[in-house]
């Protein structure tokens, strides 16, 4: 499943460039990738946009008790971060102080291994740090 | 159209039960709901039942032809429900569904689930499948984690502190002691739900509803069949259902369940019964944050002034509104398949009289609250005690 190595590469775009669906009909750009617009369904006119890499985090939490495939990193910070076009991302906040998450803060996507225990995928993915 | 009614209910203790597997369980509740109700077993039409993960946490699918098998009724139609925690909710509300349609006359909703099995990483990591797995779980998520930063920014806009948020629990446990068949049947201090330890900032252990094996079923006919056996019954006067995003990143606020005001709007309006009519909820707590949530999605309460509610006191046992006088998921127990029909039996319960330690003076109404995942799911049931009159 997680570590399956086609579920990952089909998700490259997504993870490593922030890449979502821009709906030309509607206007509206969606992330994670829709395959039918959320507003116009069949009349939507979908097409790849790369979302911005910067935002504001607009709730954190501090996780200490993990699933199974964390277990060796908690712990770790997790936020909804809203980024500059308004599109609200799911994402850890990493490379932070403390003191420097919170709700509000600037952040900005960074590039990061999110784990390599499974089958010898080793996954990357989008991760956030607070703008210094 | 015909009136649904539930006629019986039946269900295990809910906790640690490391001598029962799941097909125990199962078998137990169904067993014990067809013999309160007073039915024999060639008069069941269909089996529906609750399940959310038994895949992922004991390696086992096609529940409904596991049930139908484990209680010797082969060769009637078992459909096994899913809708991650409102696995059970979704599974009564088909049964529902099958009697109100006409195809079926008398049928059982039942839910269950084994989690303790296995380590706690490999449960959250089951539970996950209740979230975005590509996005959410992928990406570090815990449910924990998700309803945290639900609870954090709740805080944040009302004012909603730790400490009202541990109030739930206190009260949970409070009512989860007089309950019989729930996990924890002791009490607990705020103190003590504010010392536990942190599992996903701001929530803490005791803000978390428990991992729990667990099974309940509960019969439904209708109304005709049930005064024919002169058994005593409580009305489905509405059952209701909404979907959400998967994900909550998608939500449009993070701070309400657009689903459950939904699916709660539809069931005010089917039952003709107002939210300030409703004599006692159970809602779907599994973290303190929830029922806070729930209280005001469903209309109890203003936007904000929930958790004010609870640490006055107004939803305890003998307050204005008592909120999962069952204990909740918090002290009850979370069987995630179980969940929405151990509501239900609650309700079941309160109206009929047979609360015992826990009964509420003189119910008529009573309304349940069954979230799926951060809110993606939400099935909301009415229920009424019948009039003498009719």
């Known amino acids: 499943m997680q570590e399956a190595i086609p579920l990952n590469w089909r998700k490259y775009p997504e993870r490593y460039r922030l890449e979502g669906t821009h709906c030309e009909e509607c206007g509206q750009d969606f992330y994670p990738k829709k395959n039918i617009c959320p507003n116009c369904r069949r009349k939507g006119k979908l097409e790849d946009k790369q979302m911005p890499r910067e ?30 076009n308004g599109v609200t991302i799911f994402s850890q906040v990493v490379d932070s102080l403390d003191n420097e998450v919170e709700i509000g803060a600037e952040v900005e996507k960074v590039f990061r291994k999110l784990n390599d225990k499974k089958y010898g995928v080793i996954a990357y993915s989008h991760k956030f740090r607070v703008k210094k | 159209m015909r009136d649904v009614v539930i006629i019986g209910t039946g269900q295990t203790k809910f906790g640690e039960k490391w001598e029962k597997s799941l097909k125990a369980l199962m078998a137990e509740a169904g067993v014990k709901a067809v013999k309160n109700s007073k039915i024999k077993g060639e008069e069941i039409d269909a089996l529906y039942t609750g399940c959310m993960a038994s895949g992922r946490l004991v390696g086992q699918e096609h529940i409904g032809a596991l049930v139908a098998d484990q209680v010797g009724l082969n060769p009637i139609p078992s459909t096994r429900v899913e809708a991650a925690c409102a696995s059970g909710g979704t599974a009564l509300r088909t049964a529902y569904l099958s009697i109100k349609s006409g195809e079926h006359d008398l049928v059982v909703a039942g839910g269950g689930e084994k989690m303790v099995d296995v380590p706690t990483e ?22 924990a984690a998700l309803y945290a930063l639900m609870a954090r920014k709740h805080m944040e806009k009302y004012g909603t502190t730790e400490k009202q948020l541990a109030e739930v629990s206190v009260k949970n446990h409070e009512n989860g002691a007089k309950n019989p068949y729930a996990q924890y049947q002791r009490e607990i201090s705020v103190e003590s739900v504010m010392n536990s330890p942190e599992i996903a900032s701001p929530l803490k252990l005791f803000d978390c509803s428990p991992i729990t094996d667990g099974a309940a079923s509960v ?28 994900n909550l990143a998608n939500r449009k606020s993070i701070t309400e369940i657009k689903a459950t005001q939904q699916a709660s709007r ?18 779907h707590d599994c973290f303190t944050i929830a029922e806070i949530l729930a209280m005001e999605d469903l209309g109890f309460y203003e936007k904000g002034e929930a958790a004010k509610a609870v640490e006055q006191g107004k939803t305890k046992l003998e307050g204005e509104l008592p909120i999962n006088p ?39 109404t009573a309304l349940t609250h069954n979230i799926g995942g951060t809110g993606a799911t939400a099935v909301v049931h009415m229920f009424q005690k019948p009039s003498k009159e009719e």
Not at chain 2, 220 to 235: F, H, N, P
Request: aromatic share 8%; proline share 3%.
């Open chain 1, 55 to 84: 935002g504001k985090i607009i709730s954190y939490s501090k996780v200490k008790a993990s699933h199974k495939d964390f277990k060796d990193e908690t712990p770790y910070y997790v936020a909804l971060i809203e980024l500059k």
């Open chain 2, 122 to 143: 490999r449960v959250n990591y089951a539970l996950g499948g209740a979230g975005d797995q590509e996005t959410e779980i992928f990406n570090g998520a815990t449910f």
């Open chain 2, 219 to 246: 019969v439904l006919t209708t109304k005709e069949k049930a005064e024919e056996k002169g058994k005593d019954y409580i009305e489905i006067k509405a059952s209701a259902q909404a979907s959400d995003t998967l």
């Open chain 2, 266 to 283: 539809k069931a005010y309006e089917q039952s003709g019964i107002k939210p300030e009519q409703v004599d006692f909820a159970e809602v």
């Open chain 2, 326 to 364: 069952s204990g909740g998921l918090k002290a009850k127990g979370h069987p995630v398949g179980a969940t929405g029909i151990a509501q239900a039996i609650e309700a079941y319960k309160q109206l009929t009289g047979k609360a015992k330690e826990r009964q509420i003076e003189n119910p008529k």
